[in-house]
């Protein structure tokens, strides 16, 4: 059953159509061949028929019919593929190698195909032969031939090669199909059955290479970074939902408590006041977290890709640095921005001004006063560099890749305002954008940096 299913699959259906397509050009070709040789053939057989029956009339009307009898006797005599016989008006034989007129029409200029008995070192030989007849002064009948046997024998096994070829390749092609449609459908097989372990709940299951480089590898090696994707996305949202559990706990519980110990006692108007914008603070800073939150999962499931458009860097690392000069002078730090040339990309730029307002904001929340921050952009090659570097503590090398993940705060930032979404939003967006994020030791500080694909 499972042997017949393969005639049933789109592999045997393409080898299929591709056989027949192969078998009707080889049979096209073979017919062609047949054709031209048979017609070609044919054609000097008559040519040959033709120049004599035309030396015979000549002489005929020369010599009369001794004369034509004559030379007919010398010709038979010569032996050779040429056939003659002359007859009377009752067909009966005057001259010729042929021992009676044959059973063929009478009409007079017909080309006729006839067979005859031809004997051989003792052996008599059924022939075949092609001939013309023509009616002579006086009644006499004249037939000029030649022995086609041999010119039928090639034209027999080219036949049999038609046929014979037609059902070799028939049958090489079915066996073909089969062998391509087992192969196929053994590789579709596995895809399918590891498919099916993902399905039954088995998400670390990736799809088996074979190592042969095709396009099946090609699509288990696309399969396997979806999944890794998907397993990816899952796992960032069982993240949120933990993380959200237990670190916007706090500051709920925080707004709760102010809200009820102000309705504990009677308070003064402005005790109400002061409650109230403590409230206010705390659903902004909450507020900010969701908005946090919803960039990233916009940027990781590549909602985001549809608001790509050309942009300059420079445009955006001037735009966003200047908004944060005010900040910057109030630490009394130094702001510094170095972007000499444009550098185009495509990409979104509403998500690119906040990863980068992001970086900067960090730059300066953990820089001390008197530091400095320098925002640079350079073109390398065929990529666009940006980075952001500044004086202060820096981050350990070991905790560099923890702080990309989300609502992670280490122990001297703490006390610092925040949610510890700042860096896992610009990697989201970096990954976004096809672009690498890096976090490195600008001794002293902390240098990040985002390499963008230029545009092309």
């Known amino acids: 059953m499972r042997f017949l299913n393969l005639f049933r699959t789109t592999a045997f259906r393409l080898a299929l159509v591709y056989l027949l397509l192969f078998a009707a050009s080889a049979f096209a070709l073979i017919a062609f061949i047949y054709w031209n040789t048979a017609g070609f053939m044919a054609a000097q057989t008559d040519e040959t028929i033709n120049a004599e029956i035309l030396g015979l009339q000549e002489q005929y009307g020369q010599s009369g019919l001794p004369g034509l009898r004559q030379i007919i006797i010398e010709r038979s005599s010569g032996g050779g593929s040429g056939l003659y016989i002359l007859a009377s008006s009752d067909f009966t034989r005057l001259a010729g190698n042929l021992s009676s007129w044959p059973d063929v029409p009478v009409a007079d200029g017909d080309w006729v195909y006839f067979t005859y008995d031809r004997t051989s070192f003792g052996e008599t030989e059924r022939r075949s032969a092609r001939a013309r ?122 707004l709760r408590s102010r809200l009820e110990v102000t309705l504990m006692k009677p308070a003064t108007e402005q005790e109400y006041r002061e409650a109230l914008e403590g409230a206010i603070t705390e659903a902004d800073g909450l507020i900010a977290t969701f908005n946090s939150l919803l960039l990233i999962a916009r940027a990781e499931t590549g909602e985001a890709r549809e608001n790509f458009e050309p942009l300059d860097l420079r445009v955006v690392v001037n735009d966003v640095a200047e908004l944060y000069e005010p900040l910057a002078e109030a630490k009394r730090m130094t702001l510094k921005v170095a972007a000499p040339r444009p550098a185009e990309i495509n990409g979104d730029r509403g998500l690119i001004s906040q990863a980068l307002a992001n970086l900067i904001d960090n730059a300066i929340k953990y820089t001390p006063e008197g530091g400095a921050v320098t925002v640079s952009l350079k073109v390398a090659g065929e990529e666009a560099v940006l980075e952001v570097r500044d004086t202060g503590l820096g981050i350990p090398e070991a905790e560099r890749d923890h702080v990309l993940r989300r609502f992670v705060r280490l122990e001297a930032s703490r006390n610092e305002p925040g949610s510890g979404l700042g860096l896992s939003m610009v990697a989201a967006v970096g990954r976004l954008h096809d672009a690498e994020f890096s976090l490195g030791d600008a001794k002293p500080g902390l240098v990040a940096t985002l390499r963008f694909k230029l545009k092309d």
């Not at 596995?190 to 799809?207: E, F, K, W």
């Not at 899952?234 to 519980?253: F, K, Q, Y």
């Open 133 to 254: 007849h023509f009616v002579l002064r006086g009644g006499f009948h004249l037939l000029v031939g030649r022995d086609v046997h041999e010119r039928r024998e090639i034209e027999g096994r080219i036949e049999s090669a038609l046929f014979w070829s037609a059902v070799i390749t028939v049958g090489l092609g079915l066996i073909g199909g089969l062998a391509m449609s087992r192969n196929v459908t053994r590789r579709l097989d596995v895809i399918n059955r590891t498919s099916r372990d993902i399905m039954g709940g088995d998400l670390a299951r990736r799809m088996p290479l074979s190592g042969a480089d095709d396009e099946f590898d090609e699509l288990s090696d696309n399969l396997n970074g979806m999944l890794d994707q998907i397993e990816r996305l899952m796992g960032g949202m069982t993240e949120v939902a933990d993380n959200i559990a237990h670190d916007l706990r706090t500051p709920l519980n925080r």
